[in-house]
């Protein structure tokens, strides 16, 4: 028996194994047509191949040599993360890999034939370059976990000038507490890590992404209450002021926060209790209730810099409870705030299609796609949000905001 090892990449439906890395015993002659050479199957399913390629460890093409690449579909059997919107574990396939038929080898050795790759020796994350998701600390009584993604550590370890770059908070929804990886991997945080988003911000930013011990909607009995209240209001702020203090290079003037449902509502919530702390917020189909918030809260969030962002196909929160009256609130009072509100959150990046071949349409909920995709640029009558009389996308907004 052969071995082989395991990609994991971050996709807009969360971590799937996208490659398997073939351990072989001798160097074979890349081709164009590995494909067919060899059958996948993943907990007894048929998985199939779309490319093969001889490669080097971390699957990079090679005229030849001693490892093969698969790339395999997202389907359910390659999944990293099960579960939904209100819960998640992590996964990790068993594949079953069979040679299909010979290899040509380098020199005069005999053609490679009738492996059988069966034992995993390991997953790579690509996509985790420069997330530590080992954290962890105290903060206003509670433990928790936390991840954050330090731009040095993909800038060759070249740390920014004291005080001259942004910090991210970003909260999770409610199906993703607890455990790090799934709070950063199934809904594609590491889009925040990357060089799109990270440009915008300015060229590098840290991101602080904590994973709450329940939900951030626990108002203090250990499960989610939509009563516009959390228990983890205090250890945030302690969270975030502490990171401010511990990394040189973030400037207290560009402190952001965001986040989506749960996270959506926590943003809110932060931006009530701590008004002068963030200079500007995403909240992202935020169960907030304005109904629920007082005069004084509001007032609070209208001195923040706020970007809704919501579809209006939302099944889970009502945004004609939360993201559209907030709106509408924030704008009475004259604050800075942009509502984008989808019609439906539709695959725009080309690449999902649905049976018909038209573009997937995604749950309503999953507005969060195109926030990572940086596909948010309207406000709530359909123009353009501009800065300056610039058009901006959310990101680029974000990135301009200054307390």
């Known amino acids: 028996m052969a071995t082989y090892r395991t990609i994991t990449a971050a996709a807009d439906m969360g971590a799937y194994v996208s490659k398997l890395v073939l351990n072989l015993p001798r160097d074979v002659v890349d081709a164009e047509d590995l494909a067919d050479a060899f059958s996948v199957h993943a907990d007894g399913a048929d998985v199939g191949v779309l490319r093969a390629w001889v490669c080097d460890e971390k699957a990079a093409r090679r005229p030849s040599g001693s490892h093969v690449a698969l790339e395999i579909p997202e ?54 370059l420069g997330w530590d998701l080992t954290r962890e600390g105290d903060f206003d009584g509670y433990h928790m976990r936390f991840s954050l993604f330090a731009p040095e550590c993909v800038h060759g370890g070249r740390l920014p000038q004291p005080r001259s770059v942004p910090l991210l908070l970003w909260l999770h929804g409610a199906g993703e507490p607890r455990v790090p990886f799934l709070t950063i991997m199934a809904n594609r945080v590491t889009a925040l890590g990357q060089p799109d988003i990270q440009a915008k911000l300015g060229g590098a930013a840290y991101v602080l992404v904590p994973s709450s011990p329940t939900y951030w909607m626990d108002s203090g ?28 290079a973030v400037d207290p003037s560009r402190v952001y926060v965001g986040g989506l449902s749960n996270g959506g509502f926590m943003t809110c919530r932060l931006l009530a209790d701590y008004p002068d702390l963030f200079a500007a917020g995403i909240a992202v189909c935020p ?45 009475r009072l004259g604050a800075n705030v942009h509502l984008t509100l989808f019609d439906h959150v539709d695959d725009l990046t080309g690449r999902y299609h649905d049976a018909s071949g038209a573009p997937l349409r995604y749950r309503g909920h999953f507005c969060w796609i195109e926030v990572y995709h940086d596909f948010v640029d309207r406000d709530a009558d359909g123009s353009p949000v501009t800065v300056g009389g610039r058009p901006v996308s959310l990101w680029e907004w974000v990135g301009l905001q200054r307390r």
């Open 75 to 128: 389907v359910k059997a390659t999944r990293r993360i099960g579960g939904g919107v209100m819960g998640s574990r992590e996964l990790m396939p068993v594949f079953h890999v069979a040679q299909r038929r010979a290899l040509a080898c380098v020199g005069d050795e005999a053609p490679l034939e009738g492996l059988v790759f069966d034992e995993s020796v390991g997953d790579t994350c690509p996509d985790l």
């Open 287 to 331: 169960a907030w209730n304005d109904d629920l918030a007082t005069e004084a809260e509001v007032a609070a969030i209208a001195r923040t810099p706020l970007w809704l962002v919501q579809s209006a196909d939302d099944d889970i929160v009502d945004p004609r409870r939360t993201s559209i009256p907030t709106y509408r609130h924030l704008r």
């Open 221 to 248: 009995f250990g499960q989610m209450e939509d009563d516009n209240q959390s228990r983890y209001v205090r250890a945030l702020g302690d969270m975030v002021r502490r990171a401010v203090a511990e990394l040189p």
